[in-house]
Nanobody
Framework: QVRLKESGGGLVQAGDSLNISCVDS????????TGWFRQAPGKEREFVAA????????YYADSVKGRSICSRENDKKTVHLRMNSLEPEDTAVYYC????????????????WGQGTQGPVAS
């Protein structure tokens, strides 16, 4: 079973960078694509980025493309999302999620979710 937990986030200035991470504490090693989603107050949860198991395919939403990097360390069962040039619009709760659908970016394909972490609060 995949058990995901996010960490990172906090108060930063607009233009700064931030790293958030997702650790899988499940006992079984499963191959999956990991996605990042975010939800701002009053808005629907939206796709941010995804990375397949091998790490050689990465997908980004247009809103973060070019200023975000998704990476993974499978030996540590950890996925990272680094966001640069933060904007106030990046403020949201960030969730990581897992899917067995290789390369999927559709929220409905992701069956395992973390509880979320407050992402950058860019002032």
């Amino acid at each position: 079973q995949v058990r995901l937990k996010e960490s990172g986030g906090g108060l930063v200035q607009a233009g700064d960078s931030l790293n958030i991470s997702c650790v899988d504490s499940g006992r079984v090693i499963k191959v999956y694509t990991t996605g990042w989603f975010r939800q701002a107050p009053g808005k629907e949860r939206e796709f941010v980025a995804a990375i397949n198991w091998s790490g050689d395919s990465k997908y980004y939403a247009d809103s973060v493309k070019g200023r975000s990097i998704c990476s993974r360390e499978n030996d540590k069962k950890t996925v990272h999302l680094r966001m640069n040039s933060l904007e106030p619009e990046d403020t949201a709760v960030y969730y990581c999620a897992a899917t067995g659908q290789d390369g999927s970016t559709w929220r409905g394909d992701f069956g395992s979710w973390g509880q979320g972490t407050q992402g950058p609060v860019a002032s």
